[in-house]
């Protein structure tokens, strides 16, 4: 079995930033899939950006150019760097570790809210 755990987030104003982690306990980042999603008040889980093993992004459009998805396969952690956030950014954000078709992990979630 394998732990997602993220970290980071919080509440921010308009325009602020935050950086979120996700520490995996095993040895996976490099050879899955590591994903960021979130869930906005009442809405349904959506895909925020996608990092592969061999190292390619992938993003949703409401976010490209202001977020950045990275990992560090030494410390087997994933980041999510948001800048220039924005309200309809508020949302609960999840973690997930696709190493194989067979496989699929997810973190608990980590609140992000951006208001003033």
């Known amino acids: 079995q394998v732990q997602l755990v993220e970290s980071g987030g919080g509440l921010v104003q308009p325009g602020g930033s935050l950086r979120l982690s996700c520490a995996t306990s095993?040895?996976?980042?490099?050879?899955?899939?590591m994903g960021w999603y979130r869930r906005p008040p009442g809405k349904e889980r959506e895909l925020v950006a996608q990092?592969?093993?061999?190292?390619?992004?992938n993003y949703a459009d409401s976010v490209r150019g202001r977020f950045t998805i990275s990992r560090d396969n030494a410390k087997n952690t994933v980041y999510l760097q948001m800048n220039s956030l924005k309200p309809e950014d508020t949302a609960v954000y999840y973690c997930n570790a696709v190493p194989s078709f067979r496989y699929n992990y997810w973190g608990q979630g980590i609140q992000v809210t951006v208001s003033s």
């Open positions: 095993r040895n996976i980042v490099s050879i899955s899939t």
């Open positions: 990092i592969f093993s061999g190292g390619s992004t």
